[in-house]
């Protein structure tokens, strides 16, 4: 089993930053592939973004590719999502997942373990 607990949101202004934390408890994250998802009032959730357990692949949602970069710190067993440029459309809850079959899938990936979330509100 994989705790992923989430933190860092919050309110900020359009074109401000965050960053998002992902700790992970109860199993390693060193050999899971990770993402991060995100769920906007009245819409379904949606792909972030991923990393895979090896850290050499990742894979970006169209609007989020070169504004935000997915990471990992392997000995803190947490995972990160920096966000810059942050537009009004990017509030949402923001949760992480944990897959853990080991090809790496990006958004297709079978993401087993979730977190509870985290609001970010981007003001104008």
């Known amino acids: 089993q994989v705790q992923l607990v989430e933190s860092g949101g919050g309110l900020v202004q359009a074109g401000g930053s965050l960053r998002l934390s992902c700790a992970a408890s109860?199993?390693?994250?060193?050999?899971?592939?990770m993402a991060w998802f995100r769920q906007a009032p009245g819409k379904e959730r949606e792909f972030v973004a991923a990393?895979?357990?090896?850290?050499?692949?990742?894979s970006y949602a169209d609007s989020v590719k070169g504004r935000f970069t997915i990471s990992r710190d392997n000995p803190r067993n947490t995972v990160y999502l920096q966000m810059n440029s942050l537009q009004l459309e990017d509030t949402a809850v923001y949760y992480c997942?944990?897959?853990?079959?080991?090809?790496?899938?990006?958004?297709?990936?079978?993401?087993?373990?979730w977190g509870q979330g985290t609001q970010v509100t981007v003001s104008s």
């Open positions: 997942a944990a897959d853990s079959v080991s090809v790496f899938r990006g958004s297709r990936g079978t993401y087993d373990y």
């Open positions: 109860g199993r390693t994250v060193s050999r899971l592939n």
């Open positions: 990393l895979s357990w090896t850290g050499v692949a990742t």
